[in-house]
């Protein structure tokens, strides 16, 4: 094997090596997007549940009639 093939082997190699770890960064990107995608949903139905309890447990006080004494 002359010099000229075994260098144009290890690229060969090199860019197979490249193209696997492209692939593997593609997928695992794809899988972040969707579980952040996922986390926002889950703050956001988080926060609507949050204001829900809150306004349940304490009326907005200039709703509110002032007190007798006033």
Known sequence: MSQTEQR???L???LAF???AVQA???ADADQSLRIATLERLVRDLRSEL???RLGQSPDPHSE???PHY
Do not use: F
Request: hydrophobic share 40%; aromatic share 0%; no cysteine.
């Open 18 to 20: 490249i193209d696997d």
């Open 25 to 27: 960064l593609v997928a």
């Open 8 to 10: 144009l082997t290890e």
């Open 65 to 67: 009639p002032p007190p």
């Open 12 to 14: 060969e190699v090199r």
């Open 51 to 53: 204001e829900t309890v």
